[in-house]
Each structure stands twice: as structure tokens, then as C-alpha cells.
């Protein structure tokens, strides 16, 4: 971004008067790089915050001379780790390819029966995705979501960091049981973009719920209880899926706002 003008600056230094959340992130990130704007943010702090900030470094300087040294850590895989997973999603991520494992090997015994493999596919990205952008499991949750590189992006980096997993074990299991792999891969992109339109509303947790027991109810229970396929799986609503995929998709963008605000992680 350009330099902040004084006005602006003015502003931060009174505690972001004025300022709206993105605007405050990107003072921030500039301000982390330029040294002459942190030398005019200065110039418009208060006797009282000067006062605080000299006590404040006056402390820290003492703490760390007293502490223990540093530990050096790989800077690279640390943001590796907090911009395209967490650590506790690999439980889940186990548990979806265990539970399409068991998918592909009772499609395989039981050819009659509806395809689980079909059924889960919609489902199977949404419990990865609900824990990658969740207050719940993300210990330091509240503190990724306000720097700079919070929001969408890195939304979006977790949920290509679930699929990375889920859709290789998803064409695995279609093609060991010969279903569909238009049937198998577009409804679970659908439901992974509808999660991410819909958890900018109300929580990416919460869509990934409601979503998950919509499509149980209306689609993969009746199924299972008729021993036949939903037509919402049937060949041709194949032209369906890969237009509902593709609007779902470019309406993320727009849903940029709402990952800017700690319910999203809900």
C-alpha cells in the first residue's frame, strides 16, 4: 500500500479512530516495513502512550536479559504451519480416508447396495475444512485471524491443504470401485466452496454441520433406506454439479469480508 498520510497515522496512534478493520491490518503490515512511518506514527503518540511504551520497553529489555536464550526456529516451517494447516486436522484427515477406505471396501462386497462412496464423496472435505478454520481446535486461532495474512487467503490456503488429502483418496476410491469420478469429485468441490460461502455468514464450523446433516438427510439416509442412488447422483445431473461447482466458486471472492471477523472461526 502507499505511505499512509498523517491524518491517517493521527488516527492509529488514537487507537484507530475511524479506521475499519482491513484498513487497520494494512497500516499494520506497512508499518512493519517502513521505518520513516514508524517515526511519523511516533511524532503522534501522546506524552501518557510514550510514557507507557518506554516502561513497557524498559521491562522487556529487563525480562529478556534475565530470561533464557532464544530458541531458534525454521521461520519457513513455522509459516508453513500456521498459513496451510493445523496440526490437530490430521486426526480428522485419517479418519475421512478410514472412513472412504471402508466406503470403497463395502461397495466392493456389496455391489447392490448404493454406492457410499458416491454418498460421502459431497461430505467427505467438510470435517477437515470445519477444523482448518475453527476457534475450537486452533489454539492460537485468535491471533492468526488478526494479522495481515488472515482472512480468505488463508482460509483458502487450509481448505486446498484438506483436498490436497481428500480428493486423492476420493479418485482412489472411485476407481477401485468404478463409479463415476465427474460423481465423485464435483459434488465434494460444490460442497466445499457452498461451506465456504455459506461459514462466511455463520461460521465456516457451523456451515460445515448444517451442510454435512442437509445432505445426510435429504440425500444419503433415504438412499441407504431405498437400496438405490439419489437422483441428485444419477449420470445426468453430472452438467449440475460442475455448474453449481464452478457459481459456488467465483462467489468465495465476495465472501472475503467475512472471514475478517473471529466468528467466522466458529
Known sequence: MTHPTPQILSRYADGGRGLDDAALWSIEAHLDTCAPCRAGLAHHATPA??????RVAIALDQSIAAGP????????????HRRWLVWRLLPWLVMTVAVLGCGALLDSAAPRLPSLVLLLAPVAPLPGVAVAWSRRTDPVRELAATTPASGLAMVLRRTLAVLA???????????????SLALTLLPSLAFTAATLVLGSLIGVRRAAIGLAAAWSLAV??????????SP??????????AVTTVALAALTPLAATGFRRLTSGN
Open 49 to 54: 502512550t510514550a510514557e507507557l511504551l518506554d
Open 69 to 80: 536464550a532464544p530458541v531458534r526456529h525454521s521461520p519457513r516451517a513455522g509459516a508453513v
Open 165 to 179: 488429502v481428500v480428493l486423492p483418496a476420493l479418485l482412489v476410491a472411485g476407481v477401485s470401485t468404478g463409479t
Open 220 to 229: 444419503l439416509l433415504p438412499s441407504v433406506a431405498a437400496r438405490s442412488l
Open 232 to 241: 441428485a447422483l444419477q449420470p445426468d445431473s453430472t452438467a449440475v454439479w
